[in-house]
C-alpha cells in the first residue's frame, strides 16, 4: 500500500462544477499536507497547503485534512477551463526533513 | 534564473551507457530535491541536499544512481550503465530553507529514454 492514495480520475466536469478532489494516507506522522497543480507538460506548482487538521480557503479553492480518519480534500468552487489540470495531493512529517511523498494525482478537465 | 533549470530538457541514450543529468536551482536556494516521475503518476523522492550535504539518498532505487552538489548550487544526478526502466522524467526541486512548509518549487524535468 502507497503512504498516500488518490484515485487518478480522470474527472471531467462543466464549466462552473464544485470540484471534490480526495486522498487517503496511512502515515499518521504525516503532519503537513499540500495540493499541488501541474499542466500538461511543466512541473507541479504548490496551490496550497495545511498543517495538522481543518481547513484552509484561498479564493475558489479550499483544502481540507481530517487526521482522525487521515483524509485530504480539495475543493474547487466555480470551476474554470483554466483550472483543467493534474492535481496532486502531498504530505510530509515536517521538522528538517520534508521530503514530500506525493499521490498518483487527479487529471481534472473542466469544459466551457 | 527566475526559475529551476534542467538540461538536457531530453536525452535518449543506449542501455548501459551512463547519463548525468543537471540542475540549477533558484538562486539562494538552500534545499535541493530530486525526484522522478513515471507517466501517469506522481512525483517519487530521490535523495535531498541541503547546501551541499547529502541529508537523505533512501529514495534512490539502487547504487547505480548518485547524485551531488559539490558547491551548495548546482547539482548533478548521474545514472551508471543505464537500463530501460530508468526511463521516466527526472524533476529537480529546490526551496528557500529546510524545515519550512514544504513549497518546492520545480523545474520542467528532464526526460530520459534508455532505449
Known amino acids: 500500500q502507497k503512504e498516500v492514495e488518490q484515485d487518478p480520475g480522470p474527472l471531467s466536469v462543466p464549466e462552473g462544477a464544485i470540484v471534490s478532489l480526495n486522498c487517503t494516507y496511512s502515515n499518521s506522522a504525516f503532519q503537513y499536507f499540500m495540493w499541488y497543480r501541474q499542466y500538461s507538460r511543466k512541473g507541479p506548482e504548490l496551490l496550497m497547503y495545511t498543517y495538522s487538521s481543518g481547513n484552509k480557503e484561498d479564493g475558489r479553492f479550499t483544502a481540507q485534512v481530517d487526521k482522525s480518519s487521515k483524509y485530504i480534500s480539495l475543493f474547487i468552487r466555480d470551476s474554470q477551463p483554466s483550472d483543467s489540470a493534474t492535481y496532486l495531493c502531498a504530505s510530509h512529517q515536517g521538522g528538517s526533513n520534508y521530503k514530500l511523498t506525493f499521490g498518483k494525482g487527479t487529471l481534472l478537465t473542466v469544459n466551457p | 534564473g527566475a526559475g529551476v533549470s534542467q538540461s538536457p530538457r531530453y536525452k535518449v541514450t543506449k542501455r548501459g551507457q551512463d547519463v548525468a543529468l543537471r540542475c540549477d536551482p533558484i538562486?539562494?536556494?538552500?534545499?535541493l530535491y530530486w525526484y522522478r516521475q513515471a507517466l501517469g503518476q506522481g512525483p517519487e523522492f530521490l535523495t535531498y541536499?541541503?547546501?551541499?550535504?547529502?541529508?537523505?539518498k533512501s529514495g534512490l532505487p539502487n547504487d547505480r544512481f548518485s547524485a551531488e552538489r559539490p558547491e551548495g548550487s548546482i547539482s548533478t544526478l548521474t545514472i551508471q550503465r543505464t537500463e530501460q526502466r530508468d526511463s521516466a522524467m527526472y524533476r529537480c526541486?529546490?526551496?528557500?530553507?529546510?524545515?519550512?512548509?514544504?513549497?518546492?518549487?520545480f523545474g520542467e524535468g528532464s526526460r530520459l529514454t534508455v532505449l
Open positions: 541536499f541541503n547546501y551541499e550535504a547529502q541529508q537523505d
Open positions: 538562486s539562494g536556494h538552500v534545499s
Open positions: 526541486a529546490s526551496s528557500l530553507m529546510s524545515g519550512s512548509t514544504g513549497e518546492l518549487f
